[in-house]
């Protein structure tokens, strides 16, 4: 159950929205290590390039009915039909691009898998294996990337991976928990301290 909003400080940008709010106070920013919810994240943050996040959050039980629970293998093995039965959907982001590149990133996660056990190991490293303790007061300045996020993506990219830029790669970071964005101020930032 979502908390009452009004004796309690969150994130300026979780707002009035109860999807928003209570993606806030129970996702957000809670450090992510089961591979299948890290992929799950990697491809919604690259669906989100160009839209809003509350655009993908109200998606995003369709997504994961279209997408097989997000299972990297039975992604990978997509065909051309599965890429015109995504196209069909009306329930996802209907963009090809994003499609291919969420088939091509499910076989370049599996080899990353493969090469590191998991990708869970594979994608802490670059924070030292622990959350990374931002103190920020205000929106204006938690920043749209880091140098985490640039060699992050840098090092997906030369793996393989598609729509994987730093900005959606920091995004990516808050998501999962690898660093910590809410305002010293909101309620979750001392909780996931």
């Not at 993606?23 to 919810?37: N, Q, S």
């Not at 989100?48 to 655009?55: N, V």
Request: aromatic share 12%.
């Amino acid at each position: 159950m979502v908390k009452n909003t009004t004796k309690i400080k969150r994130c300026a940008w979780a707002g009035n929205d109860l999807l928003y709010q209570e993606y806030h106070d129970k996702e957000w920013g809670v450090p992510v290590h089961a591979d299948r919810l890290i992929f799950e994240f990697l491809i919604l943050e690259g669906m989100q390039a160009g839209l809003s996040w509350i655009t993908i959050l109200k998606k995003r039980s369709n997504f994961r009915k279209a997408f097989h629970g997000f299972n990297p293998k039975r992604i990978a093995q997509y065909t051309e039909n599965d890429v015109q039965r995504l196209l069909a959907d009306p329930g996802i982001i209907r963009n090809k691009s994003k499609i291919k590149a969420t088939i091509n990133n499910a076989q370049c996660f599996l080899k990353v898998q493969k090469e590191f056990g998991t990708f869970d190991a594979y994608i802490w490293q670059f924070v030292n294996g622990r959350p990374k303790q931002n103190r920020f007061h205000t929106l204006k300045q938690v920043p749209a990337t880091s140098p985490e996020s640039d060699a992050l993506s840098q090092d997906l990219k030369k793996r393989g991976f598609k729509f994987v830029g730093p900005t959606i790669c920091y995004a990516h970071m808050q998501a999962t928990g690898m660093v910590n964005d809410h305002t010293v101020d909101c309620f979750r930032y001392h909780e996931l301290k």
